[in-house]
Structure formats: structure tokens, C-alpha cells
């Protein structure tokens, strides 16, 4: 998650808690929540992107490595 997402959040967290006179819980809660969102270990689309293609170029090679082995097991079983 980018320090832009981030600060998106904590500004509508931030917002929400001075609209409702909850000042007090602001520096607690922005913490909490930013320990939590960094263990989730998110990905930037960028990352995402490239390993999408390596996976999409994986399973091609798997297909063609299965299709290999289906015309093996035929020249066999025709002899």
C-alpha cells in the first residue's frame, strides 16, 4: 500500500473523528491501523503486473509441455 493510500485513510479517519469529537482516539487509532495495513504485505500493480506475466508465460509453457507429452503417449500407444 502506498504512503498516498495511507494518507488517504488516515485523513478520512481523521475527519470522521473530529466531526464526531473523538479527537483523543486520533493518534492511537491512525497507528493501530497503519500496523495493520503494513503486515498485510500488499504489492504495488506494478509488481502485480509483472507477475502476471511470468505466471501467464509459465502456464503457456505448460501447455505446451503437456501438449508434448499427450503426443508422446500417442506415438507410443501406436506402436
Known sequence: MTTTHFKQIQKSISD???????????NPLNTLIKTKLEE????????????????????EKL????KRIHQFEQ???SK
Not at 504485505?41 to 511470468?54: A, C, H, I, L, R
Not at 501447455?63 to 503437456?66: K, V
Request: no cysteine.
Open 63 to 66: 501447455r505446451i509441455l503437456e
Open 75 to 77: 506415438q507410443n500407444v
Open 16 to 26: 470522521f473523528l473530529d466531526q464526531n469529537n473523538l479527537q483523543n482516539l486520533k
Open 40 to 59: 498485510l504485505n500488499f504489492v504495488t500493480f506494478e509488481e502485480f503486473e509483472t507477475q502476471k506475466k511470468v505466471l501467464e508465460k509459465l502456464q
